[in-house]
T-cell receptor
């Protein structure tokens, strides 16, 4: 069965330090994986996606994620946090088998300390 | 111009009422979606339409009925509103017939509060 687990509900880092948001998935097929960001009272915006090409994916605003099949992980990283990165982040897994197999993780709230 | 827009932004209503939320996209996309986000931020897909045809219909009460008058619009009508319907509802769209690799473009959300 398809599932996605975001291991931390809340991450707090200081401005200028690295960010790591963790995501593990399970999928019966070759999955597509996404990270979306939701700023307060806004809709979701795509940060990056993995679609079976390069395993290291670069996204907007300096974020990147690495698809590791052996670890079934797709962790999101950024070398240096900025205050504007404070938001809710969602890891999403999508399977080719069925359009209804779009599963969102429970979200990780990222806080940035000055 | 806003790519995916929803109206209203906020909706406060009494239990038992019927209400509609409208969604429009000006991206020329063929597929549109409705999602429900609960108070814990959990997002779940409810419906998806491709070119006015229903392609995803998850297990939601039949009080919820989507309507797509054309491929740029997907409205959500809710009958006999219940307290548990309180949530933020997001509309989204993606290009072409649905593929697992598609990026979805989300609207700003409609916060529904049922009293």
């Amino acid at each position: 069965a398809q599932s996605v687990t975001q291991l931390d509900s809340h991450v707090s880092v200081s401005e200028g330090t690295p960010v790591l948001l963790r995501c593990n998935y399970s999928s019966s097929y070759s999955p597509s994986l996404f990270w979306y960001v939701q700023h307060p009272n806004k809709g979701l915006q795509l940060l990056l996606k993995y679609t079976s090409a390069a395993t290291l994916v670069k996204g907007i605003n300096g974020f990147e994620a690495e698809f590791k099949k052996s670890e079934t992980s797709f962790h999101l990283t950024k070398p240096s946090a900025h205050m504007s990165d404070a938001a809710e982040y969602f890891c999403v897994v999508s399977e080719v088998s069925s359009a209804s197999k779009i599963i969102f993780g429970s979200g990780t709230r990222l806080s940035i300390r000055p | 111009d806003t790519a995916v827009s929803q109206t209203p932004k906020y909706l406060v209503t009494q239990m038992g009422n019927d209400k509609s939320i409208k969604c429009e996209q000006n991206l020329g996309h063929d597929t549109m979606y409705w999602y429900k986000q609960d108070s814990k931020k959990f997002l779940k897909i409810m419906f998806s339409y491709n070119n006015k045809e229903l392609i995803i219909n998850e297990t939601v009460p039949n009080r919820f009925s989507p309507k797509s008058p054309d491929k740029a619009h997907l409205n959500l009508h809710i009958n006999s509103l219940e307290l548990g319907d309180s949530a933020v509802y997001f509309c989204a769209s993606s290009q072409g017939v649905w593929k697992s690799t598609d990026t979805q473009y989300f609207g700003p959300g409609t916060r529904l509060t049922v009293l």
